[in-house]
């Protein structure tokens, strides 16, 4: 959208008309008086010169698109004046995405542009975790008085190349459902023999059994029936729960992107990985209200679980408002929406108690509950220590419990929690 | 979250023209050699402070310390000497108005502080047209150097004005000096036809035009520039 705006600058001028037209008579001094002339040529100043009209055109490329955490990425942006007349001011300010932090030379240049004619600048991001989508530029031009500021938003030109997104995807490794199944066939192993591919077991021949699972081999060598049974393979419904409260919007600094993003990140990763063994996946969200799609395996569910996330993708490092709905109260209504034994992965900070409990109580309910944690907290304070210790304290306590825990730096690889023998978690 | 580290302050080509500018007319206001030389110190004063910020940035913090001590001494020093120096009474007040101004140029584009800057701008065009027109009044000076103080003024006014606009858009960090040299030729451009135009007039014997009359018509130029602007405005649409 394109405003037009007079800033009446010049209007200062007429005062000092007034006041030299005054001063001039009141002392007479010819001297002074003739100066009111210059005042009124400066008042007259942008009545002379129009406003020209803004067209401008604006590229945008990237050294890398799908960055790792952390690189620097160099953002080079074209504006040209495709308008018939000169752009005596002209400034650019490129819409950076929000949680990305320029850590080289400035998103912002000024130029004077003929009919025709370009300005090039580059500035370097440094790549966090997420896709970060870029705004419109802004532009805005002055008349050479400065009497008239036209701005405007620019996005994709027809003949340009504009880069509008970097995908700085999570590093996910080692990613495995709990083998908690639902009777659907599917590509997850469950721990119960049946049908399947993979070889589980052999037992004692029943009647019931089919003949083709019967190991003819060794009945020829023993005389013995038995059956061979295999790892049935189950199709899981996955629960990706979101904490995305106010109270979880935290950051280790202010150049950082909050845990919610890093959360969001983590739950996107995770999405793609079960949209490519098309499990049945549906979300929770806990945020400033309750979201909650019901687990469905299908390309609209993906498409709408990830536009869901985008969606609560926050600008701001520090909530605005505290959330007023009782979060605890939302656990209590997913816990009654989630019907049979799901598997449910919990994003969450850990800074407060909510996590902690959320995932209690769904493992209480029988569910298999993994929770991601990206650590944000700092120890540059004495209060960041307190938190830092008290989320520490909450990964152990839940790894005691028997929760997989990945306790997430998001500076490394996001390496999913494994059960150890001991019965604790691994990550 | 806004993390581009923009800092919203006056750009630093147009604050530097706007500390020049103020330096003229300090030194349009001088009377004696020697106030020329305290105006000269002064801007020296002014522009060292005005890079200290620039040193800064480009890491160095201290040397723009170093800087920030100079340059104020500089000012102050200028502040001073102006007091003391051996002038007339109302030709001191003058030009002491006109250190005084320079250094709330300086104070608005530094910034000192950033919601002040246009306050302080404005308090320094407007302590420059009284010093001009008290220096007009005691020691009739003539119509160029009136008109040169008057031009200077309103060039700096503007300039300082200009830098706090495009400081609030682009921040410091941008490379400003080539729309700033567009404006600054803009604007020296209608300044000098004006002055031009106001010396020629000012040579042509008028003297059938009486006082008043020449009153009225620049009352009528003034009212007819209030219209055109009142124009632009919505309350007056609205209305």
């Known amino acids: 959208m394109t405003s037009v705006e007079q800033t009446h600058r010049w209007r200062v001028a007429i005062a000092f008309v007034l006041f030299t037209t005054t001063a001039g008579l009141y002392f007479e001094a010819p001297a002074v008086f003739l100066a009111s002339v210059l005042g009124i040529a400066y008042a007259g100043y942008p009545l002379l010169v129009s406003p020209p009209p803004l067209e401008v055109e604006l590229s945008r490329t990237v050294t890398d698109a799908t960055p790792d955490h952390g690189d620097p990425v160099t953002v080079t942006v074209t504006v040209t004046n495709t308008g018939p007349r000169t752009l005596p001011d002209l400034r650019i300010i490129d819409g950076v995405p929000a949680l990305l932090t320029v850590i080289e030379e400035t998103p912002r240049q000024t130029a004077t542009l003929r009919p025709g004619a370009s300005t090039t600048f580059q500035y370097t991001v440094a790549a966090k975790h997420g896709s970060h989508q870029f705004t419109p530029a802004t532009v805005i031009a002055h008349d050479i008085s400065g009497g008239t500021r036209i701005e405007t938003e620019v996005a994709a030109g027809e003949q340009t190349t504009v880069c509008e997104e970097l995908d700085c995807t999570v590093d996910l490794r080692e990613f495995q459902l709990r083998q908690e199944a639902r009777q659907y066939p599917g590509q997850t192993p469950a721990d119960a023999s049946g049908a399947g591919l993979e070889f589980q077991q052999t037992r004692a021949y029943q009647w019931s059994d089919p003949r083709n699972r019967i190991n003819w081999k060794r009945y020829a060598r023993t005389g013995d029936l038995t059956t061979v049974e295999f790892r049935e393979e189950h199709r899981t419904a996955v629960v990706l729960c979101l904490d995305v409260r106010p109270a979880a919007v935290r950051a280790a600094s202010s150049t950082d992107p909050h845990a919610v993003a890093y959360c969001i990140a983590a739950a996107q990763e995770v999405l793609g990985a079960l949209e490519q063994q098309h499990e049945q996946v549906g979300i929770a969200i806990f945020g400033t209200d309750f979201d909650w799609r019901a687990p469905r395996a299908s390309q609209q569910q993906y498409t709408e679980i990830d536009q869901l996330l985008r969606a609560h993708e926050y600008d701001q490092p520090t909530p605005i408002d505290e959330t007023t709905t009782s979060p605890t109260v939302d656990v209590q209504q997913l816990v009654a929406q989630m019907q049979g034994t799901l598997e449910v992965v919990v994003f969450s900070p850990l800074i407060d108690e909510f996590g902690e409990t959320a995932a209690q109580q769904l493992d209480a309910r029988g569910h298999a509950v993994t929770v991601v944690s990206p650590d944000v907290t700092t120890g540059r304070s004495v209060g960041g220590e307190f938190v830092r210790v008290e989320r520490a304290n909450r990964v152990q306590m839940l790894r005691e419990q028997g929760v997989l825990v990945a306790d997430w730096s998001p500076e490394d690889p996001l390496v999913w929690p494994v059960r150890t023998h001991g019965g604790g978690s691994d990550g | ?239």
């Open chain 2, 1 to 239: 979250m806004d993390k581009l580290a923009v800092v919203q302050q006056p750009a630093y080509a147009g604050s530097a023209l706007a500390v020049v500018a103020a330096a003229c007319v300090t030194g349009v206001l001088a009377s004696q050699p020697v106030q020329l030389s305290i105006a000269g110190v002064e801007a020296v004063g002014a522009l060292l402070l005005l890079g200290s910020g620039l040193v800064r940035r480009r890491g160095h913090p201290w040397v723009g310390g170093v800087l920030v001590v100079i340059g104020c001494g500089g000012v102050c020093l200028a502040l001073v000497m102006g007091l003391l120096a051996p002038s007339g009474l109302f030709e001191r007040i003058a030009f002491l108005g006109g250190t005084l101004a320079t250094a709330f140029v300086t104070l608005g584009v530094f910034p000192l502080r950033q919601s002040w800057a246009r306050g302080f701008n404005g308090f320094a065009a407007v302590l420059f047209s009284c010093s001009l027109a008290l220096l007009a009044w005691v020691s009739n000076p003539s119509d160029l150097q009136v008109l040169l103080g008057v031009g200077f003024t309103i060039m700096a006014w503007d300039m300082a004005e200009y830098a706090i606009t495009l400081g609030e858009d682009v921040g410091r960090s941008a490379r400003t000096y080539p729309v700033t040299g567009v404006h600054f030729v803009g604007s020296l451009g209608v300044g000098l036809a004006a002055s031009i135009v106001a010396l020629v007039g000012g040579n042509i014997a008028l003297p059938a035009i009486p006082i008043a009359a020449l009153t009225l018509l620049l009352s009528a130029i003034v009212v007819l520039l209030l219209v055109l602007f009142l124009g632009d405005s919505e309350w007056l649409s609205k209305s």
